[in-house]
DNA sequence: ACTATTTAATGACTGCCAGTCATTTTATAT
DNA sequence: ATATAAAATGACTGGCAGTCATTAAATAGT
């Protein structure tokens, strides 16, 4: 009797085509102006239809934040070549996650707006986000450089690879997040946001290296 | 005819007391949930003469995050002790600002706010903003002690003192973007706030100290 | 093939609230 | 005392997130 698994299935495309006009909706409109109305619409179905399958408009923007971080972990793997040395895959994904946060502005705001709420006291299902930071989470592959880092003695030892793999993307998230749409303002104190991101380089590399 | 100055300083005056009628609202119900009829009844007044003074809900946000701001700048003058060395000077300051993202964790969920958002998307006086920015950031205080770091020759010095207090600051800000509220996350990745905050140190530490 | 039952979809409706503006009240000028 | 200007009011509007009674479609039972 397939007919459970189908439905399953059936339910996941739903789910996945009403995401996908969310996210062009919200694309074209940003998120506060774009309407559930809009996203039902995009995705020929009634308003009533879109809350059978996302509990709120935030856990909407949850399911797209979630393909932007698909995104970045794509990019991530296809930007890591393990032949070169760590330091030089740091510094690559580094340079990617720059990049995602420019070209792909939109999510990337994404990933300001969940860091900066609280997770708790949005109306998400727990589930939701206990999955994504379990196993969807680019910070794992994160993880797996510095701990090669760690091993091939190009990173400190003295941390323990959680740590030091923490501190370092929360570092780099919170700097960019801290950067982003902020050239302006950065001006007035006679610095260029690019600055700030090579100086960050220049004392993290020196603050992390082994020696 | 002090009358003008009399109705200027009255109507100063008047929009302190919104912007306070406004903070305890909004620490009571929270910015999302508390509205302008809320603050208006708070301050014995009607929801239009709030609108007489403040041009939108975020405009009233943000009068509030200034004073959050203006606390900060008080509890690191309060805490600099201008006779300790640089170093410990920075250590006591980035303290303090751990500590006032804990124990003001509504102020500082107000710099997350605006950190996370285009500021010129908001509807909010420019000038307002400018102002902020040229007059009121607690950043001045940490360009100054940065400035003297690098003069005595505790900082390094192959970086501009703008550019240096800019990253910094940056860095710390964006970190405790990123581990606020986040304790339960982290430990997913088996590792603790506290400890990330730490080894943040020894690592800026080594990369930002002279030698 | 027909009917009963379960599951999915609908969209009119509700409650809420930011922001507006014609009207009223109060303060100042003549 | 009256005219004019400035400040305050609150009823009203438009828009939207989220709900729910009703309808439609799919599946199970005989």
Request: neutral net charge; proline residues 1%.
């Amino acid at each position: 009797m397939g007919i459970q698994e189908r439905k399953e299935r059936e339910r996941e495309q739903r789910k996945q085509d009403i995401a996908d006009a969310a996210q062009k909706v919200f694309r074209e409109k940003g998120f506060d102006r774009a309407t559930i109305d809009d996203v039902a619409q995009r995705a020929e179905l009634s308003k009533g239809t879109v809350y059978l399958y996302f509990k709120s408009k935030e856990e909407l923007q949850f399911a797209v934040f979630q393909r932007g971080s698909h995104l970045l972990i794509e990019m991530f793997q296809k930007a890591i070549d393990r032949n070169r040395p760590t330091q030089e895959v740091l510094l690559q994904m580094a340079s990617v996650f720059i990049e995602f946060s420019r070209k792909h502005a939109d999510y990337f705001e994404l990933f300001m707006f969940f860091q900066s709420s609280n997770l708790s006291k949005l109306n998400i299902e727990k589930e939701t986000i206990e999955d994504y930071f379990y196993n969807k989470s680019p910070f794992k592959l994160v993880f797996d450089i510095v701990s090669r880092g760690i091993e091939d003695g190009t990173l400190r030892n003295d941390l323990s690879v959680d740590l030091l793999a923490s501190t370092l993307w929360s570092q780099m998230l919170g700097l960019l997040i801290v950067l982003h749409n902020k050239k302006e303002i950065f001006h007035i104190f006679n610095v260029d946001t690019e600055e700030v991101l090579k100086s960050h380089f220049e004392i993290i590399l020196r603050g992390a290296l082994k020696n």
